[in-house]
């Protein structure tokens, strides 16, 4: 084996590639043919977009899992460890079974040079193969059609809402990124969108494949009740007599009425799972209650989505980093009764759409507390700052690094104020690993 530990493994495949992102197939399908990892050996619902992709990858394995089935969980970037990308059966893989699968990639590489996120998603899925899971849930990296995860067929598609993000990479408006996303769509396999407003690009895509598309709103619909409750219907056409679906559903335990939106999509998913062929490794279709649906919902879970920590001063981190996550961390905000000032630490990588994040945040946040992430894509100080006086802010401190700016808060703050940690997982992840 070239390495004998997991973060040797990591440091080595971060300087391999000369580029952080390279998109494009050629190189990863070569490495899973001589792997054997084509086709694999379970169905997959694959899962891209711009926001609400973790959300829903965490929600599908959470139902699916309560339904009684070994799901196999793959997510990026990470928080604390990279051990979190990779999940059996809600369990995070062990740093010897992700060393494993690195050593056999490294085995039958040969001069083929893969970026980091190559090496995981190659990874993952040796290590779901070898655990025998019953099906893989796979979160799409970056756009869709050239993103590594693509190289395996999904057999249901869910693309969520689409904002406007890595432009460099996607295009500048919802149409070209839209398009992007819906690489992930297979010919005649069933797609679904939880975006209520999805790019014509997309759903030309989607006729072009002959793809049965189901969106937010025309196919399906989320409502929610008077009480704790909401209602998730398919739209029959011709409308039948008695409505399908769940009536009487509890709120998903991750924050913010966005995450119905999520959640109606998954429900979505789940319901074309059960209608299609693909089967279990023990040759069963896929069955899912309304038990495990309950389940599902009330016991998700995903950190540094308006995760509130307890302690003297209320703390809410959040990994928003584009406009539209802005949006929803600045309706979380405006929930909640806040009788002080909010204070905001913020660093974010230079490829985000900075000006658009902030610009969304600046009537929550009365004082900023800049820091240049840990990172080589991080955005400088300056840069923050030049940004945040271009809207007219002015109470701006800065530090040099989050830790400082955070623990500079955690000691002079009031009682009644709150602190905010947003711009990246990089700032959540640096605050997450403060005592």
């Known amino acids: ?47 891209a977009g711009t926001n609400g992709k973790g959300s829903s990858v965490v929600l599908l394995d959470a ?31 062990s740093d010897a079974q992700i060393c494993d699968a690195f050593n056999l990639i490294e085995e039958v590489r040969d001069n083929i040079s893969l970026t980091f996120f190559e090496f995981a998603t190659l990874a993952a899925m040796l290590v779901f193969q070898d655990n025998e899971v019953d099906l893989a ?19 249901i598609a ?23 996303k819906s690489g992930i769509f297979r010919a005649q396999h069933p797609a679904v969108c939880s975006d209520a407003n999805p790019p014509q690009s997309l759903i030309k895509h989607a006729e072009l494949l002959q793809a049965p598309l189901y969106y937010l709103g025309r196919d399906f619909s989320d409502t929610k009740t008077e009480g704790h ?17 769940y009536f009487d559903l509890p709120l998903p335990s991750l924050p913010g009425d966005f995450q119905l939106q999520n959640a109606a999509g998954v429900l979505m998913v789940l319901d ?46 959040d990994v928003a980093h584009n406009p539209l996550g802005a949006q929803v961390l600045r309706d ?25 994040v902030l610009t969304v945040l600046q009537e929550s946040i009365d004082h900023w507390y800049v820091a240049a992430l840990n990172a080589q894509r991080s955005a400088s100080v300056q840069y923050l700052v030049e940004q945040l006086s271009a809207i007219g802010v002015t109470r701006i401190n800065t530090y040099p690094s989050i830790t400082t700016a955070y623990k500079y808060l955690l000691a002079h703050t009031k009682e009644e104020d709150r602190i905010i940690v947003f711009g990246s997982f990089y700032t959540v992840a640096e605050v997450l690993q403060v005592e």
């Open 1 to 47: 084996m070239r390495f004998t530990t997991l973060n040797q493994w990591l440091d080595w495949q971060n300087s391999l590639h000369p580029r952080e992102i390279e998109l494009g197939l050629t190189r990863i399908r070569t490495v899973a043919q001589r792997l054997n990892l084509l086709p694999p050996p379970f169905p997959i619902i694959s899962v």
């Open 63 to 93: 139902i699916l899992s309560a339904a009684g089935y070994r799901v196999g969980r793959y997510t990026s970037p990470h928080l604390l460890r990279y051990n979190e990308r990779i999940c059996i059966a809600g369990i995070e893989a």
């Open 137 to 155: 849930v796979l979160e799409v990296g970056l756009g869709g059609r050239l993103d590594a995860v693509n190289l395996f067929d999904a057999e």
């Open 158 to 180: 869910l693309v969520t809402a689409i904002g406007i993000d890595h432009v460099e990479w996607l295009g500048a408006d919802r149409e070209s990124i839209g398009f992007e």
């Open 229 to 245: 409750t909401w209602i998730w219907q398919v739209v029959e056409k011709p409308a039948a007599i008695k409505k399908r679906g």
């Open 272 to 317: 074309l799972l059960v209608q299609a062929a693909p089967r279990t490794k023990d040759g069963k279709s896929f069955v899912v209650p309304e038990s495990a649906v309950h389940q599902g919902l009330m016991n998700v879970n995903l950190p540094g989505r308006f995760q509130v920590l307890p302690g003297r001063v209320t703390r809410i981190l």
């Open 332 to 356: 979380l905000l405006y929930q909640q009764v806040c009788q002080g000032e909010t204070h905001a630490v913020v660093g974010m990588l230079k490829d985000k759409d900075i000006a658009g």
